[in-house]
């Protein structure tokens, strides 16, 4: 069996533009997972500033919920928020025995918790059908999870949706998501045949997320399932996807069957289920968030709150592992990328464009941050420029994600071309768009609209 390796990191969380009202106190509220023990990961340190106002034990997920909360900035308008960690984490091999695995008890906390219909694991006809048409003639909660695990790797595509697309029932009838998807339509037909399934959220120690599933086997535990990796190994594992998730992951093996009940290493994990329930106090309201990642903007809904302040706050994080990791002023030029996008959703145009130039220089390849500096620079009506960037998006290098990506490039492109009246050019850039199949965000119904009529402002 592999040997645990250790690992030092720090999650820093910046937050700035922080102008208070001049009638107002500024509030800021901030929600994280922090990563946690589990099969394959023990937290060896945790160590967190500033103070938070509390750390709420997630029961019985196994989650704790680190809260920041700070109200004044009068003389700041600047934040930094940070915990450091020590992690042993190591790879997860389970020798699972068929004959030795039990029935389910339906009367264990595991069973009463993690067969419900919640949120995005959603339990309704079309699942429940599918789900006994999957497992049909199959006693054994092993094999049945097994059939289900076959079925998903082998059918469902990626594709990365939308919110709304969002949901194990609709992306049943899609056969299409991505991570999170393949892991909600697992947990859901498992759910629905009577198996405790919950979805688990990592971060990648070399950068980006990623969702899994576990189910829950006597007298195993929890066992880990990853539809997704599966269905790419099926599909091509020489593809340029694939190998980066090999790079990613630490995979060592080929084999679509590893896994059902394995667990590569290189990994954070931050969530387990979802639908995470938080009350600070009994005054207070409840929040549900379907996904912390580790949370702040990485998470929905958001887990940022903000009240008192005359412009909309800035703010986003970052991993640092290694001997940078104490060191604010490379962490915040690190997450430039991630601070240029809160700049501009607040339309802080300028900004945005400057944070984005900067953190190209270090990775001159990464499409999604030409997209959105395409994206700065059409707001900033500097088109030529918007289809210099969207070309290089195009050309960069994405990942999993980047099929969307490319599609929004060439939706925007032909909205640049038409501005510039070229319409020949843009209609060629719609039809690309088209052609992609790519359905985030109304994507193909947007490209049709402006085939058929010229994009204005």
């Not at 198996?195 to 688990?200: L, Q, S, T």
């Not at 990623?210 to 006597?218: D, G, K, M, T």
């Not at 032909?414 to 992609?436: F, I, P």
Request: aromatic share 12%.
């Amino acid at each position: 069996m592999e040997k645990s390796k250790t690992i030092n990191g720090r999650y820093w969380y910046f937050v700035d533009n922080l102008r208070e009202s001049a009638d107002s106190l500024g509030h800021l509220r901030l929600y994280f997972s922090l990563p946690m023990a589990h099969t394959g990961q023990k937290v060896l340190s945790l160590n967190i500033h500033p103070e938070p106002r509390v750390i709420v034990e997630d029961f019985p997920n196994g989650n704790r919920i680190l809260v920041w909360e700070k109200n004044g900035f009068k003389d700041s308008v600047s934040e930094a928020f940070y915990y450091d960690f020590e992690l042993a984490y190591k790879e997860v091999n389970l020798k699972i025995e068929l004959e030795k695995v039990l029935p389910v008890n339906t009367s264990s906390p595991e069973y009463l918790r993690y067969t419900i219909s919640e949120g995005w694991l959603d339990i309704d006809e079309n699942i429940r059908q599918k789900a006994a048409e999957i497992t049909a003639g199959e006693t054994n909660p092993y094999l049945k999870a097994k059939k289900i695990f076959d079925w998903v790797s082998g059918t469902m595509s990626y594709e990365y949706p939308d919110v709304a697309s969002r949901g194990a029932s609709k992306s049943l009838l899609s056969l299409k998501g991505d991570c999170a998807e393949f892991s909600a339509v697992f947990v859901s037909l498992c759910r629905a045949s009577g198996i405790p399934a919950r979805p688990v959220t990592c971060n990648w120690i070399k950068g980006g997320g990623h969702q899994w599933a576990e189910v829950f086997l006597s007298p195993y535990g929890w066992v880990p399932v990853d539809p997704t990796i599966a269905n790419a190994f099926k599909l091509d594992p020489d593809c340029e996807r694939t190998k980066k998730i090999v790079d990613v992951a630490g995979i060592e093996t080929r084999d679509p069957e590893w896994f059902f009940g394995n667990l590569y290493p290189d990994r954070v994990m931050v969530m387990l289920g979802e639908n995470i329930k938080v009350r600070l106090s009994g005054s207070e309201p409840e929040r549900v968030f379907y996904l912390l990642q580790p949370g702040g903007s990485v998470a929905y809904p958001s887990a940022a709150e903000f009240s008192g302040f005359s412009s909309a706050p800035i703010h986003g994080g970052i991993y640092v592992f290694g001997e940078n990791r104490a060191d604010e002023a490379y962490a915040r030029k690190m997450s430039q990328a991630e601070l240029a996008e809160s700049y501009y959703q607040a339309k802080m145009y300028d900004q945005a464009a400057a944070g984005l130039e900067i953190s190209l220089k270090d990775r001159p390849r990464a499409a999604y941050r030409w997209l959105l500096l395409g994206q700065v620079y059409m707001a900033q009506q500097k088109y030529q420029k918007a289809l210099t960037a969207l070309s290089s998006s195009i050309q960069g290098e994405g990942g999993s994600l980047k099929p969307v990506w490319d599609a929004r490039a060439h939706l925007y492109s032909g909205n640049c071309l038409d501005l510039l009246g070229k319409r020949d050019m843009a209609v060629h850039e719609y039809q690309l768009a088209l052609e992609s199949g790519v359905s985030f965000e109304n994507l193909q119904e947007r490209s049709k609209e402006f085939l058929a009529k010229p994009y204005k402002l």
